[in-house]
């Protein structure tokens, strides 16, 4: 089955650039969803399709994704911004949904 | 707006089985289909399957198969949960959510809020 690799934290000082890289083999060639969870809080699309927003969410958050990394990047980062972020792929095998297993973001 | 609305917290004994709800508002039920989601305490999120609310057609995570069944109730736009044989390592906040995008190309949005199921003696 198809694994996700994330780093288990990340820290930032506010007011700075996070990057919260997911891996996986040739992840480029896939699409790529993101979620932020706050706690005590169920997940919140932030980024589908590799770099697309919903409405609501901030032009802070971007993605990217390409040969065997795929990228979440937020700008300007705030205090708010401090959750736990999960990506997430579809896979052709018998079980089609994978999450990588998550990336706690902490604000200095 | 749409919504998932859950079911309230559980507590069972080891053995015994769980059903939870999803009661879904703010778009067409049978556009869409509803998929399950589960996280252990401080764990990550665990995929358990997906259901049609068109025609009830389901996919199952293969670590699940034979303990859970998805089902849907048209007429309350309402999905259920059912999980069998409970396990203490099946507690757990289980997690319903409206899978969005390409058939074989799905993202989650939104998500239920959450049903804690604790599983203990």
């Known amino acids: 089955s198809y694994v996700l690799t994330q780093p288990p934290s990340v820290s930032v000082a506010p007011g700075k650039t996070a990057r919260i890289t997911c891996g996986g083999n040739?992840?480029?060639?896939?699409?790529v969803h993101w979620y932020q969870q706050k706690p005590g809080q169920a997940p919140v699309l932030v980024i589908y399709y590799d770099s697309d927003r919903p409405s609501g969410i901030p032009e802070r958050f971007s993605g990217s994704n390409s040969g065997n990394t795929a990228t979440l990047t937020i700008s300007r980062v705030e205090a708010g911004d401090e959750a736990d972020y999960y990506c997430q792929v579809w896979d052709s095998s018998s079980d089609p949904v994978v999450f990588g297993g998550g990336t706690k973001l902490t604000v200095l | 707006q749409v919504q998932l609305v859950q079911s309230g917290a559980e507590v069972k004994k080891p053995g015994a089985s769980v059903k939870v709800s999803c009661k879904a508002s703010?778009?067409?039920?049978?556009?869409?289909?509803i998929s399950w989601v589960r996280q252990a305490p401080g764990q990550g999120l665990e995929w358990m399957g997906w259901?049609?609310?068109?025609?009830?057609?389901?996919n199952y995570a293969q670590k699940l198969q034979g303990r859970v069944t998805m089902t849907t109730d048209t007429s309350t736009s309402t999905a259920y949960m059912e999980l069998r044989s409970l396990r203490s390592d099946d507690t757990a906040v289980y997690y319903c959510a409206r899978p969005v995008g390409a058939t074989t190309d799905n993202w989650f949005d939104p998500w239920g809020q959450g049903t804690l199921v604790t599983v203990s003696s």
């Open positions: 259901i049609s609310a068109y025609n009830g057609n389901t």
């Open positions: 703010g778009y067409t039920f049978t556009s869409y289909g």
């Open positions: 040739n992840i480029g060639s896939k699409s």
